[in-house]
C-alpha cells in the first residue's frame, strides 16, 4: 500500500469519524457531570467507540451478508437515531439540579450515548470500516493497517475531547448549550442526508450527488 492510498484512508477515516464535530456533542453530553469525571467521561466513550468499530472491522461484514442487511437501510436506520439525538441538542432542556447531583457511575452512562455512538463511532464510520476492509479485495496485512489509522483518528478525538473540557470551562454551560443548539441543527442535517443516502442508495429515490466528492466514495472507487 502506497502514501497516496494511507493518506486517502486516513482522511476518510477522519471525515466519517469526525473528531471536531464530536466535540459539542461531548460538551452538550457533560453539561450535567462533574468536572472531576469529565476525563473520564472522554476515556470511557473514545474505548467504547474503539471497541465497536474494531468489532465492524473484524466482523461487520460477516454480520451484514449473514444477516442479509442493505447498506442503504443500515444508513437510514443510523441517519433517524442521529435525527432523534439532533432533536434533542435543539430543543432539549437544561439538566434540572438534582440530576447533577447524582452518582458519578450515572453520569458516566453518557459517555456510551450519545457520545460513543452515534456520534464518534457513527454509522457512517461503521459503515466505512466495513468497506475499506473489505474481505474480497484487501488482505490480513491491509486490514491491521487500516486499523493502526483508526486507532491514530481515535486517538486524536481523545485529544480533541479533553481539550474541550478546559473549553468548558471557559464559555460555561451557557456557551456550551448556545453551541450545543448551534451544532444540532448542523447534525440534523448530516442525519437527513444519511437517510437521503440510504434511500438512494435503495433505488427508492434518485438524489443528486453531494457538489463535492466524499472522501469515502473516492477510497472505495480508488
Keep these: 500500500m502506497d502514501w497516496a492510498a494511507l493518506t486517502k484512508e486516513l482522511v476518510t477515516l477522519f471525515?466519517?469519524?469526525?473528531?471536531v464535530g464530536s466535540i459539542p456533542v461531548y460538551l452538550f453530553a457533560v453539561q450535567g457531570v462533574p468536572r472531576k469525571l469529565h476525563r473520564r467521561f472522554a476515556i470511557r466513550a473514545v474505548a467504547i467507540s474503539a471497541l465497536v468499530l474494531l468489532a465492524f472491522l473484524v466482523g461487520g461484514q460477516l454480520l451484514l451478508e449473514t444477516l442479509g442487511l442493505r447498506f442503504g437501510s443500515f444508513q437510514i436506520a443510523g441517519g433517524v437515531i442521529l435525527f432523534l439525538f439532533a432533536m434533542t441538542m435543539v430543543f432539549g432542556e437544561?439538566?434540572?439540579a438534582r440530576e447533577i447531583e447524582e452518582a458519578g457511575r450515572d453520569h458516566l452512562a453518557g459517555a456510551v450515548f450519545p457520545l460513543a455512538m452515534p456520534s464518534i463511532a457513527s454509522p457512517g464510520a461503521m459503515l466505512a470500516i466495513v468497506i475499506l476492509t473489505d474481505?474480497?479485495?484487501?488482505?490480513?496485512a491491509e486490514q491491521a493497517i487500516t486499523a493502526g489509522l483508526l486507532m491514530i483518528v481515535l486517538l486524536l478525538t481523545?485529544?480533541?475531547?479533553l481539550a474541550a473540557s478546559a473549553v468548558n470551562?471557559?464559555?460555561?454551560?451557557?456557551?456550551?448549550s448556545i453551541i450545543s443548539r448551534v451544532m444540532g441543527i448542523v447534525l440534523a442535517t448530516i442525519a437527513v442526508?444519511?437517510?437521503?443516502?440510504?434511500?438512494?442508495e435503495l433505488g427508492v429515490l434518485d438524489v443528486a450527488p453531494p457538489p463535492v466528492e466524499?472522501?469515502?466514495t473516492q477510497a472505495d472507487s480508488g
Design 15 to 19: 471525515v466519517v469519524i469526525d473528531p
Design 94 to 96: 437544561s439538566k434540572p
Design 135 to 140: 474481505n474480497h479485495t484487501e488482505s490480513v
Design 158 to 161: 481523545l485529544l480533541l475531547l
Design 169 to 176: 470551562k471557559v464559555i460555561g454551560n451557557t456557551g456550551a
Design 193 to 200: 442526508d444519511s437517510i437521503l443516502g440510504g434511500l438512494d
Design 214 to 216: 466524499s472522501p469515502l
